[in-house]
């Protein structure tokens, strides 16, 4: 079966930092585009930052600019998102989803093909 497993949130105080890992198995993975999403408490959820396994081309939300890093390690099949400078309105639960073709595109607007459990983020203030 095809897997998104996203693994490294936690509790911070905000200006802290953290990276998220999402690691998958049992599809090309070089073949997707690997996206980040988040859902705070009573919000929809919203698309943060997503990176093209292909070409290695990256998009993010206004908001994270900046603070935000995502990137790839083909070997490991793993996308990592390293924040910093966190602020409590990045408290959330973190969702890594996969789409084919690997395009971040209008990534945000499309419909995924893969999800990965939540890992959640508390940015205290």
């Known amino acids: 079966d095809v897997q998104l497993q996203a693994s490294g949130g936690g509790l911070v105080q905000a200006g802290g930092s953290l990276r998220l890992s999402c690691a998958a198995s049992?599809?090309?993975?070089?073949?997707?585009?690997i996206g980040w999403f988040r859902q705070a408490p009573g919000k929809e959820r919203e698309g943060v930052s997503c990176i093209s396994n292909m070409n290695g081309n990256t998009s993010y939300i206004d908001s994270v600019k900046g603070r935000f890093t995502i990137s790839s390690d083909i070997a490991k099949r793993t996308v990592y998102l390293q924040m910093n400078s966190l602020k409590p309105e990045d408290t959330a639960v973190y969702y890594c989803?996969?789409?084919?073709?690997?395009?971040?595109?209008?990534?945000?607007?499309?419909?995924?093909?893969?999800w990965g459990k939540g890992t959640l983020v508390t940015v205290s203030s």
């Open positions: 989803a996969s789409r084919w073709p690997p395009s971040c595109r209008h990534y945000f607007a499309l419909k995924m093909d893969y």
């Open positions: 049992e599809f090309s993975f070089d073949d997707y585009a």
